[in-house]
């Protein structure tokens, strides 16, 4: 096909307010009911296959962990590689396929997910993930559109950025995928992320085995739905469940690994990488590893702030998706002259949150993910409540009973390192710590020295004098650093997302510096007119 062609200009999609007799409430109410009333049997996907191992495990909603919504079948060695052998069959066909078709795809798949499928893979994020109507529309609708869409016209800006040439050559740069599969392994927390990762990779010409959090398989089943009605051929994504070990031995000593797309913990990041390090001398070429990870976000206010903004940016910023956001306020500086008007604030709006089940639209925040979680906060409340240096200002309670519900809960201390203020907790708790209000700038490097993480964070400040001093004394203290706003919400498009030091490579999901992972430059140079004696000009006698 000659023409070079434009794509759409990506354009943020919109969120849907879910209001009382809005016609999206009512959709997603029905694909709700529609979900609760059967029990799905998740196979996995390799090649043109569903396959299915008959060793299953239970999918329960994390609010109500005695309903079976549905079995997925789990994957030994042989499914892995399997996975792999599909992938690599799939590989030159796809890698031959024009751009403009691959865009197609994912275009398709965007406007799939704006359409017909909204209502669905929303529902199934709310059921699995235990995400609020609005958490899920921002995560699994809207901003799994905005990569999709705005993906592809990065495709195009870096495919479109070519050398010049000088007189009688042409310089072209072909940006070729990667020689072998990439891994992508997801996280339970964004289906928007589990869908990226994979998706962003194929796009750009890759074949792609795609293991996703067990606590997620409930919705990447849908978004592999998507990309099978979008257009996407049977091999190049490949949806499994194995072990992470499991997948670890077999990819990792696999010659034709070329790249991990990985987001998650920064234990599992760093143990991977330590596997690839190990076996570098296996592969054909070298493999590209991203991966986001861990974050301990904090959130400073200045003695100058705004008492309501500091409020609204914790209680949104530390509880929204119970604190499960990599971006989630955990750790809160507060200077001592504000405190007491904060405090109160906390604890009437805290006391006033609904808690419950995502079915209920009332409540604001939902269960943890799971029971390992949900033992792991409870543990660091009671360790809290006994520390001589902490008090718990709201919350501090939970119940297992039905679901995995912790109580939003803020503990105060007096100690800037202690474990809440260091330690990524993932649930819905905040440590705050209050500070002499004189002591703003040694505060600036005890937030900056106190965690492994570099995340998020923001400052909340009135006085540009302090604006500033934040801004540059914490400059490696975060990926992504807010001025007057909570620290999380990260949009495509508009903030690429990402962190450094052990938060990740910082690769920025989102933008065309992560798409640039996923391709291997080739230079061809061509000369028209080629020169045919070998001697130059300086050799000849005067
Ligand atoms: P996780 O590390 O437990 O799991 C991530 C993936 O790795 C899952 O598919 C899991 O099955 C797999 N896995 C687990 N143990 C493994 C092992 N030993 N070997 C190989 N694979 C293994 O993370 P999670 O609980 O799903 O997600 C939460 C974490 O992700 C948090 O730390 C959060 O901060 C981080 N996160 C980071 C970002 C970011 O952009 N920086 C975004 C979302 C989540």
Not at 220 to 240: D, Q, R, W
Not at 254 to 268: E, K, L, P, R, Y
Request: proline residues 5%; glycine residues 6%; hydrophobic residues 40%.
């Amino acid at each position: 096909m000659n023409g070079f062609f434009k794509v759409p200009t990506p354009i943020n999609e919109t969120v849907l307010n879910y209001a009382p007799g809005s016609k999206e409430r009512k959709e997603l109410k029905d694909a709700l009911n529609e979900a609760r009333a059967k029990v799905l049997d998740i196979p996995m996907y390799i090649g043109a296959d569903e396959v299915r191992s008959n060793n299953t495990i239970d999918i329960t909603p994390p609010h109500d962990h005695k309903h079976l919504l549905a079995k997925f079948h789990v994957s030994d060695a042989n499914h892995v590689t399997d996975a792999i052998n599909a992938s690599l069959a799939a590989k030159a066909s796809w890698e031959a396929l024009s751009w403009e078709q691959r865009a197609a795809i994912f275009l398709k798949a965007a406007d799939l997910i704006a359409g017909p499928y909204r209502a669905k893979l929303n529902a199934a994020t709310m059921l699995g993930q235990s995400k609020n109507a609005f958490q899920a529309e921002i995560d699994a609708a809207c901003e799994m559109i905005d990569f999709l869409r705005f993906n592809v016209a990065f495709m195009t800006q870096i495919y479109n950025d070519q050398p010049s040439s000088s007189k009688g050559i042409w310089n072209r740069i072909e940006y070729r995928p990667l020689e072998g599969f990439i891994y992508a392994l997801t996280p339970f927390n964004f289906t928007a992320i589990a869908g990226n990762l994979p998706s962003s990779a194929a796009m750009m010409g890759n074949v792609v085995v795609w293991k996703p959090s067990n606590t997620q398989v409930y919705a990447a089943n849908v978004l592999m739905e998507i990309f099978k009605k979008a257009g996407v051929p049977n091999g190049v994504i490949n949806l499994i469940y194995p072990s992470g070990p499991i997948a670890a031995d077999i990819i990792f000593n696999h010659a034709d690994f070329a790249g991990i797309h990985f987001t998650g913990s920064t234990s599992v990041f760093q143990s991977i990488w330590k596997s690839i390090g190990n076996n570098i001398h296996k592969y054909k070429t070298y493999p590209r590893i991203v991966g986001e990870t861990g974050g301990k976000d904090f959130v400073i206010a200045h003695r100058s702030a705004d008492v309501d903004i500091v409020a609204t940016a914790l209680l949104r910023g530390a509880f929204e998706y119970q604190g499960q956001k990599c971006s989630a306020a955990s750790r809160a500086y507060i200077p001592s002259n504000i405190w007491n008007e904060l405090k109160s604030k906390l604890v009437k709006e805290v006391s006033a949150f609904n808690v419950g089940p995502v079915e209920d639209f009332r409540n604001f925040v939902n269960a943890v993910i799971d029971e390992k979680s949900f033992d792991k906060l409870a543990n660091y409340i009671e360790e809290a409540k006994k520390d001589s240096s902490c008090e718990i200002l709201v919350g501090g309670t939970y119940d297992k009973s039905k679901g995995w519900f912790i109580n939003p809960t803020i503990i105060v201390t007096q100690n800037p390192k202690y474990v809440t203020m260091c330690e990524e907790l993932f649930g819905p708790v905040l440590t705050i710590y209050v500070y002499d209000e004189n002591k703003f700038d040694e505060t600036l490097d005890i937030v900056n020295s106190t965690s492994e993480y570099a995340l998020t964070g923001a400052i909340i400040a009135q006085d540009r004098y302090a604006i500033e001093t934040a801004t540059w004394k914490l400059r490696n203290s975060a990926g992504n650093f807010y001025i007057n706003d909570k620290p999380s919400g990260a949009v495509v498009g508009q903030q690429p997302f990402g962190g450094a030091r052990a938060s990740g490579t910082n690769d920025k999901a989102g933008s065309m510096i992560n798409l640039l992972r996923w391709v291997s430059l080739r230079t061809i140079k061509e000369t028209f007119v080629p020169p045919t004696k070998y001697e130059y000009d300086f050799m000849k006698e005067a």
